[in-house]
């Protein structure tokens, strides 16, 4: 089943800070981040792992609640370059990797 | 490091017609995968490779979707025929193992496929 993704939009200055959240119905071994900018390839941004510690990627982090089975997205202090759609894969154990609906993310001067 | 290679970039067919797509993973990439990405979704996985055997392929449209790897490298995604619905990004990824759980998988450029 399909992650769901929240918001599914998100209009930022640069300098503000966002959150976007991954949740699923099934227990989740790992969650993975992907930013796909307008006519290019999604580009992966981290992979988090059941036990696993908060990882970051530039002033980019996300977190993994084992017990709500959601992950969250945390842009800090955004940049331009942050724009894009933001999209979760999540696995269960044995399972192959689902995308959410995307986040689209869009930070302005 | 080279990426995943796709080709053609863009393509223009009629419904009913036959299309297909090539992709060329990352030297040394074991697992391939094929996805669906259609305007305003995420990608939805068609088929999965390991090496030049099929691990997943319960959402491919067997009835007019056909892939293959022959020599474990290259693939070749087909559509015979097309539908107005397959119009869709085709998005191809490679990953160094299998287990798509916690392996990275680098995705090419896609090719964006309109069916009129």
């Known amino acids: 089943q399909q992650p769901v993704q929240s918001p599914q939009a998100v209009i930022l200055r640069e300098g503000e800070d966002a959150v976007i959240n991954c949740s699923s119905s099934k227990a989740l071994y790992s969650v993975h981040w992907y930013r796909q900018k307008h006519g290019e390839a999604p580009v992966f941004l981290m992979i988090?792992?059941?036990?696993?510690e908060q990882k970051g990627h530039e002033k980019i982090s996300a977190s993994f609640n084992e017990k709500k089975q959601q992950s969250s997205l945390y842009l800090t202090a955004s940049q331009l370059s942050y724009s894009g759609t933001y999209f979760c894969?999540?696995?269960?154990?044995?399972?192959?990797?689902?995308f959410g609906g995307g986040t689209r993310v869009l930070v302005k001067p | 490091e080279a990426g995943v290679a796709q080709s053609p970039r863009y393509k223009i067919i009629e419904k009913r017609q036959s299309v297909a797509f090539w992709c060329n993973p990352i030297s040394g990439h074991a697992t391939l995968y094929w996805y669906q990405q259609i305007l305003g979704q995420g990608p939805k996985l068609l088929i999965q490779f390991q090496n030049n055997g099929v691990v997943d392929d319960s959402q491919l449209p067997k009835d007019r979707f056909s892939a293959e790897r022959l020599k474990g490298v290259d693939s070749t995604l087909k559509i015979q025929p097309a539908k107005l619905e397959d119009s869709a990004v085709y998005l191809c990824a490679s990953s160094l193992d299998s287990s798509g759980m916690v392996e990275t998988q680098y995705f090419g450029p896609g090719t964006r496929l309109l069916v009129l």
């Open positions: 988090l792992l059941k036990g696993g």
């Open positions: 894969g999540t696995a269960a154990a044995g399972n192959k990797l689902t």
